[in-house]
């Protein structure tokens, strides 16, 4: 899996997602040339929540 942070909210969002979903083929293409891999695994790209949830507790931390 590879976890994406997504700044955007809402449906440009979910439109960012779809998007690496939709370029997954290519950027495993790309990452084998590259790397000069002869197998690439699996990717999923997977939304990653975790700077969000920070980014609202330091908005608490500042008004508190």
Same mark, same amino acid.
């Given at each position: 899996? %590879?976890? !994406?942070?997504v700044?955007q909210?809402? &449906?440009?969002?979910?439109e @960012?997602? @779809?998007?690496?979903?939709? @370029? ?5 293409? &790309?990452l084998g040339? #590259?790397l000069?891999l002869?197998? %690439?695994p &699996?990717?999923?790209? %997977?939304?990653?929540?975790s700077?969000?949830?920070? @980014? !609202?507790?330091?908005r #608490? &931390?500042?008004?508190?």
């Open positions: 899996w %590879v976890y !994406v942070t700044l909210e809402g &449906e440009q969002g979910n @960012a997602m @779809a998007t690496l979903a939709r @370029a997954t083929g290519f950027i495993r293409r &790309e040339r #590259r000069k002869r197998y %690439v &699996e990717l999923t790209f %997977v939304r990653d929540p700077v969000r949830r920070h @980014a !609202v507790a330091s #608490r &931390e500042v008004r508190a």
